[in-house]
């Protein structure tokens, strides 16, 4: 639960307020700030939470897909550990002087039994992919069998 | 799902505009932060590409709008996934406080960081008194 400080709606206009599209815009954006901060638990993309993945496979390769934005990427750790693959990041926020740090850390349970050694980690416009290759026996095979 | 759709009003107006005909988007998180001249302002767009965004000043609002042009490849399986594919769309009223013509922005590893000069007329001044 987050707690955020209430500013009166009508003090707000000198800031920023969201596109307006139709007349209800203003209070259709007080009950979404109003969601979004009960619902903030349920959320898992904001900054300094865990980030979100998505699993694929194909015969070869079992691959990962983590949304990182802004991590540097010489933090960027990629392991594997008892069969898990362990990502984590840190990310360094600017807003003007002052600067935070976050550290991300996230846990995969991998379905396929994988190669550790070649395993392969590309980062670009904020996403990490990793790619781990099957072992030989974990993929599908193809035995002919010749028909009497 | 859809006892959520109908109790989050967000998520209830994103499956009308859906319904419309128009692609559906989501606001990314952003931070903006008051400074002494400007606001800084810090959209994550993870997945999009600098091609993809789309950064324009009109009146007074600032529109933000990032592609994302990644596609699960042929052959692949999806076994399990929070990543949306949705596109980000934010936009933001200033109501003239900001200097257009002097916006600085800089989109690196998925994260738009863009500094907003404020307009001359919001600084603050400091008034002799005789």
């Known amino acids: 639960m987050r707690i955020e400080s209430y500013t009166y709606p009508g003090n707000r206009r000198t800031g920023w307020t969201n596109s307006a599209l139709s007349p209800w815009t203003g209070l259709e954006n007080e009950i979404d700030r109003l969601f979004t901060s009960a619902l903030s638990g349920l959320n898992n993309a904001l900054p300094g939470r865990q980030f979100a993945i998505g699993l694929y496979q194909d015969r070869d390769n079992t691959y990962v897909r983590a949304e990182l934005p802004g991590a540097n990427r010489e933090e960027i750790n990629v392991e594997m550990v008892d069969g898990n693959l362990q990502i984590s990041a840190a990310r360094k926020q600017r807003n003007g002087e002052s600067g935070e740090s976050f550290f991300l850390s996230r846990t995969i349970g991998v379905p396929e039994d994988v190669q550790p050694d070649r395993v392969a980690a590309a980062y670009e416009n904020g996403i990490l992919t990793v790619t781990l290759p099957k072992r030989e026996e974990a993929k599908p095979k193809k035995v002919s069998i010749a028909v009497k | ?130």
């Open chain 2, 1 to 130: 799902m859809s006892l959520i759709t109908t109790l989050i009003p967000s998520r209830a107006r994103a499956l009308s505009h859906l319904e419309n005909g128009a692609a559906a988007t989501i606001k990314p998180h952003y931070e903006l932060v008051d400074n002494k001249d400007g606001y800084g302002l810090t959209v994550y767009l993870p997945g999009v590409a600098k091609n993809d965004l789309e950064l324009t000043a009109e009146n007074n609002l600032l529109r933000i709008i990032g592609r994302r042009t990644w596609r699960q490849p042929e052959g692949w399986t999806s076994l399990y996934s929070e990543l949306p594919e949705e596109s980000f769309e934010m936009t933001l009223e200033h109501d003239h406080a900001i200097n257009i013509d002097q916006i600085h922005a800089e989109l690196r590893e998925g994260v738009l960081r863009a500094s907003l000069p404020k307009a001359e007329a919001l600084k603050p001044r400091k008034i002799a008194v005789n």
